[in-house]
Structures are given as C-alpha cells and as structure tokens.
T-cell receptor, first 116, second 116 residues
C-alpha cells in the first residue's frame, strides 16, 4: 500500500546526542515536509523539500538538519544544538506538478521524541 | 507572509449540538489553497477538505460543512449534530501557489471536546 512511514514511533535519547528520524514515502511525491508539534500547540514547519537534493528552512529550522538524496526519503536530524527537542514530529509529502498544487499533504503517523 | 489564525483554542459542547470552528488566513497571493485536517488522539493527521481560492462555493459532506469567504479571509468549519467521535484537534492550513510554492502553513489548532 502507498503511504508515508515514519520510524520509530517512540524514541528516547540522552541530552546532547544527535538523533535521526526516518521518513520514507512510496507515493512518488516530489515535496516532503517536517513539522514539529508541542503539547497543546499547532504544527510548526521545520524544513521542506520540493525536489531531490534541494530543501528550504521552515519557521523553526535552528538545531535541525535534513537531507534529500532520494525522492523517497527525507530524514531529519535533531542535533544537540536544539534546545528543547522533546516533541512530536510529523513528516508529510505532496505532489507538486502544475495540476497538483491544490493537493493535500499526506502525513505519516509521527515520531514522539523524548530527550532525557 | 502567509499566516493562519485559529483563535479558538478549545471548544467543548454537548453531543448533538452544532459547532463552528473558525479559521482566518493571510496571504499576498491571488492563488492559494486552504485545507482542514483532523488529528485524533492517535496523532496522525486526517485530511478533511481542500479549497482553492477561485472556488468560493460552500461544501457540505454529511454532518460537515465549510464556509469559504474571501471577503473576510475566512474558511470556517461547521459540524452539525456533533458526536463524541468528533472529539479531536482540528487544523486549518494554507498553501500559496506562487510566493512560497509547496510550503504549507498550519494554524495552531482547535481542540474540540464533545461531551455525551
């Protein structure tokens, strides 16, 4: 079945360690996104990528890094520079053709990261 | 810059009441797209509806209806005869066609609780 897979669902790390969250999609979508959600708050855009080997910072990119070496994959690394990394992270994808611009984004099930 | 405001942080109603979730947006583009998503306790975002800026027709889908008014930059969502299963966090989102192609910005969400 087509979809977006985020792994793992729960992740625990010690403070000061970098951690990479996985996001894979088999929908053949060009655009991919990472959002952060804190308890009781909305989704804030971390990074997004419109095509392979290209990505742009979102509203809260500091302390995060991404890569887009393959169309299917958009991993997010939470670095030790991120002051408050404990949050729920959601990955999404979307087609970006001329006739697809109004298409909704499809979301993965999320990764809940806890840093202790 | 694009912005989405959901002023209602939490709403609580008794089952079978009607409830309206407000969404106000800001954009400089003349072509843009609006979305509503539902986030149940599981965390995954469920797509509900999309609307492009050229289509101001209101839409009804079962107990759900959406009112898009460009004159007031609003895209409100009404649930008629609410049910306990409607309890969730609801997000409104905006995507511009030209200024920031493919970037999707979400509001802060409205937590809806339906009491039996």
């Amino acid at each position: 079945d087509g979809g977006i897979t985020q792994s793992p669902k729960y992740l625990f790390r010690k403070e000061g360690q970098n951690v990479t969250l996985s996001c894979e999609q088999n929908l053949n979508h060009d655009a991919m996104y990472w959002y952060r959600q804190d308890p009781g708050q909305g989704l804030r855009l971390i990074y997004y990528s419109q095509i392979v080997n290209d990505f742009q910072k979102g509203d809260i990119a500091e302390g995060y890094s991404v890569s887009r070496e393959k169309k299917e994959s958009f991993p997010l690394t939470v670095t030790s520079a991120q002051k408050n990394p404990t949050a729920f992270y959601l990955c999404a994808s979307r087609p970006t053709g001329d006739f697809d611009m109004n298409t909704e984004a499809f979301f993965g099930q999320g990764t809940r990261l806890t840093v202790v | 810059a694009q912005k989405v405001t959901q002023a209602q942080t939490e709403i609580s109603v008794v089952e079978k009441e009607d409830v309206t979730l407000d969404c106000v947006y800001e954009t400089r583009d003349t072509t843009y797209y609006l979305f509503w998503y539902k986030q149940p306790p599981s965390g995954e975002l469920v797509f509900l509806i999309r609307r492009n800026s050229f289509d101001e027709q209101n839409e009804i889908s079962g107990r759900y209806s959406w009112n898009f008014q460009k004159s007031t930059s609003s895209f409100n969502f009404t649930i008629t005869a609410s049910q306990v299963v409607d309890s969730a966090v609801y997000f409104c989102a905006l995507s511009e066609a030209w200024s920031s192609a493919s970037k999707i910005i979400f509001g802060s969400g409205t937590r809806l609780s339906i009491r039996p």
